[in-house]
């Protein structure tokens, strides 16, 4: 068998057990860590051999599979420790190119709907394993032993300082979500601030949350592209949107980003990115996740910057924080694993630990990273060192090391 063959070649870190439905099994690798795939149906695994990158998921949402008793994601990480040289892997240039277009033609249209696929679900899922401030992004771990809530406030307080704000200032938060940002910026360092989104759960949501703290004066949301906001603002921050550009709206973004800035405005870029050249969207989560979606090359975004007047005044590249954030999102989701099957049902929740635990899975082993872009139109607003971002204490230090967890 095909895909026999590929596991005999492939699997050199770690033991994979392959439990048949005939009761047969077969080991592939050796040492640890060991973790086993019991395959109900022979059907399984031919679909798996002609399309991995699709069929893997979606047969486990079908249960066609099951994961051994060390869980799923264990037996997810292993695959994808081993399988990483093939799959960062570049092929294919021109029919790559095709897929581009076809994969990431968001149109305004297209975002509105492309968004409300994985951002309308209901409000209740996201309020089980986020944090409590919703916030639906990478969070920044100072120390290992930080809580989840710490460091998506961590993450918050390091943007908030970038962005070198003072009181007064009109702030655009570019894909806003629940309000989660908008409120920090308001909160601590008395700006106004517009969000904007393409969801309209999370404008309902923002702005009901608004209205509860009391900065409906100061925090204002819009259901709104990108491309249809006008205005002039001090400072535009966008946390976790970029992925739902697409490449061949990469200029036009980085271009409506310069037109609404003040000319002595500073801009934050937060957005997951990769290490290895322009590639693919993994096809499973364009079909059940993010359709639309694509994670860019560092050299996509600096492309797409050059061609505009904004200029790049600080990158900066947090490695694994996405891969303990997922960690602790899958950790709490699995706690209210039963209570979500029976609002929801048992497919969607083997679709979303799959998310979950495969997404992690390529911070630690694929080349996933976050691109932190600071950019400005013009020298002299932003300080020529990083002082200004550590002065105060520690509340933005450097990470101490690698986090001490079963996502390590």
């Not at 033609?105 to 209901?122: A, F």
């Amino acid at each position: 068998m095909w895909l026999e063959n590929m596991l005999r070649r492939q699997m050199r870190d770690g033991t994979l057990v392959l439990h048949l439905p005939d009761g047969s099994s077969r080991r592939f690798g050796q040492g640890e860590p060991e973790a086993s795939l019991h395959v109900k149906d022979p059907a399984v695994l031919r679909r798996i051999a002609w399309d991995p990158g699709l069929e893997f998921g979606q047969t486990y949402m079908e249960g066609g599979w099951e994961p051994g008793e060390e869980g799923l994601r264990p037996l997810i990480h292993l695959v994808m420790r081993n399988f990483a040289p093939v799959f960062r892997r570049r092929r294919g240039l021109w029919m790559h190119l095709l897929r581009r277009l076809w994969e990431q033609g968001n149109r305004i249209t297209r975002s509105y709907h492309n968004v409300s696929h994985h951002y309308d679900l209901d409000e209740w899922l996201f309020r089980r394993f986020l944090d409590r401030e919703m916030f639906y992004s990478c969070a920044y771990f100072e120390r290992p032993e930080v809580s989840l809530e710490e460091a998506q406030q961590a993450k918050a307080d390091l943007i908030r300082r970038k962005l070198l704000l003072q009181p007064g200032m009109r702030v655009l938060d570019i894909g806003c979500g629940w309000g989660s940002m908008a409120f920090h910026l308001a909160q601590h360092a008395d700006v106004e601030v517009h969000g904007i989104t393409l969801s309209r759960e999370q404008l309902r949501v923002a702005e009901q949350e608004a209205e509860r703290r009391g900065l409906s004066d100061r925090v204002h949301f819009h259901l709104q592209d990108y491309r249809e906001h006008r205005g002039q603002y001090d400072r535009i921050v966008s946390v976790g949107m970029f992925e739902h550009v697409g490449q061949p709206y990469y200029r036009r973004f980085f271009q409506q980003m310069n037109d609404l800035l003040q000319p002595e405005g500073v801009a934050l870029l937060h957005t997951i990115g990769r290490v290895d050249p322009p590639g693919k969207t993994n096809p499973w989560l364009s079909r059940y996740i993010f359709p639309g979606g694509y994670t860019p090359a560092l050299s996509e975004v600096t492309a797409a910057l050059e061609k505009t007047p904004l200029m790049s005044t600080d990158v900066e590249i947090w490695r694994r924080h996405y891969a303990y954030t997922l960690a602790e999102w899958y950790r709490r989701f699995q706690a209210v694993r039963a209570e979500a099957a029976q609002h929801l049902d048992e497919r969607f929740c083997r679709m979303w630990e799959f998310y979950l635990a495969s997404c992690e899975g390529t911070f630690l082993f694929w080349g996933q990273v976050v691109f932190q872009v600071q950019l400005a139109r013009q020298h002299g607003v932003v300080p020529e060192t990083r002082d200004y971002l550590y002065q105060g204490g520690s509340a933005t230090g450097a990470a101490t090391g690698p986090r001490q967890t079963a996502a390590a």
